[in-house]
């Protein structure tokens, strides 16, 4: 897991060469004023959900996993507070590979991180992680899901 600014992200291309077309999507377009959607950027392997969610306590938030993608999660209405726990701490659960996750039921976060308006949080396959935990009702989010 990896938290940083959007301005930072050109500093983790060498973790994943998909990170420079993320870079460059974002300095082409402003996540704040784009409408809700999917946003293609390279076929399956990277493209945006720009989302309203539903913010939730930490007793409601969920933790999952993917084995195929990494998440590059920006909130942008406000601040976003996401559940950790590595995925070797995890009970085994079932995998869903049409949609690429494994939700961990009522099984608890081990820590958590908060995360402003416009930072990052990158959660590869080995970080499972439960996000909308905030106090708003609803949050405007940014996710970028890239092949491994």
């Known amino acids: ?11 983790y291309v060498g ?14 377009h402003d996540l704040r004023t ?15 959900n720009l989302t309203t969610a539903k913010g939730r306590g930490k007793e409601a938030a969920v933790l999952e996993t993917h084995i195929n993608m990494i998440d590059i999660q920006i909130p942008i209405s406000c601040a976003e507070t996401f559940g950790y726990t590595p995925l070797c701490d995890l009970p085994a659960f079932d995998y869903n590979a ?3 996750v494994t ?3 009522d ?6 991180v908060t995360v402003e308006p416009m930072q990052m949080a990158i959660f590869f396959p080995q970080d499972g992680h439960a996000p909308c935990i905030a106090d ?6 940014a996710i970028f899901k890239v092949r491994v």
């Open 136 to 141: 708003n009702p609803e949050i405007k989010k």
């Open 1 to 11: 897991m990896i938290i940083d600014t959007i301005e930072n992200l050109n500093k």
């Open 107 to 112: 099984t608890k976060a081990q820590t958590y």
């Open 15 to 28: 973790l994943n060469p998909l990170f420079a077309d993320v870079v460059a999507f974002l300095e082409g």
């Open 98 to 100: 049409e949609k690429d």
């Open 34 to 48: 784009m409408e809700p959607g999917k946003y293609p950027i390279k076929d399956k392997d990277l493209f945006l």
């Open 103 to 105: 939700l961990y039921g």
